[in-house]
């Protein structure tokens, strides 16, 4: 299936996790980014097999160490005191370092990571294939991972003796608990609350604004973030379609799916999403390509111009970011709601 893989190559960038790649379950809450066959999003609650909690002073939370938690894979870590040396090997986890100052302590990221500019001049710790060699040499006392991390990967690491952490949300809220984890982890809970109060407002902006919507009022979504494919349930594209009050037409299948044309065509969507970055082998636009495709300019979407493309890296990474991804899925589908 080398469109698949294709696929993947682009979720990796947009994420190195997902792919929105792996899965999992930490205290916290995590799930990764897409996969081919991903399991239904579900909902998780932050719980943390801790030898010491985090403890109050004043109105800060400090962390109180050692602090045992249990990663997304199920393997328990402890924390014997704030990590100093951190190494990222999924964009979705520098974001989130960056976001709440950890600047000092990232010693290697890889060469997906983009975003913010700092992290383009970190150590690199190779890319699709992680140079191990180089983690090693790092002397890191922590390696942060996705769920597109394999398993057989963590457990080189470990093997190696390095600590590795794995996170891998399944839903917008579990990104908020992970990033809050990740404040509980390095003693940055402070600054991980004013990233998590921002996500939470700008959530609270979209499920605010369309919960006036009446279900026969609801705007029918199709989404493609890689030609010839679309998702269905047990992914973040279609959890930020529905919490924007859309309904994704795709959302009685599960995973990522090739699409079939002649059914699209029939569930005619009001409105489609694309990956603004993408192209296909032609070096064709995906808008491009969705609207030579034949019977689709009879798409309701398509006659009214409602074809708008996205940034894949907002909505396919599961950091802080995650939520202005989801406000731009909900300007497009109700652009009236949010002027």
Known sequence: MNRFAKMGSIWLIAILIIVMAG???TENSNAGEPSGA???AQSQEPSASTSAAAVSAGDTAKTAYPLTLKDAGGTEVTFDAAPQRIISIAPSETET???IGL??????????DDYPEEAKSKPKMGGYELNTEAIVAAKPDVVFAAGITSADTIKGLRDLGIKVFQFNPKTV???IDDIKQYGQITDHQAEAKQVTDKMEFELAQVTDAVQTISEDQKKKVYIEFSPGWTVGKGEFMDELITLSGGVNIAGDTTGWNEINEENIIKSNPDVILYAASVVDEKNQTLDQVIKSRAGWDQITAVKEGRVVGLDDNLLSR????ITEGLLQVAKAIYPDLFK
């Open 318 to 321: 599961t950091g802080p970011r």
């Open 38 to 40: 991903s399991a239904a």
């Open 103 to 112: 600047d000092d302590q990232i010693v290697g990221v890889t060469e997906n």
């Open 173 to 175: 809220e579990a990104v």
């Open 23 to 25: 899965c999992g379950k």
């Open 97 to 99: 370092l960056f976001a």
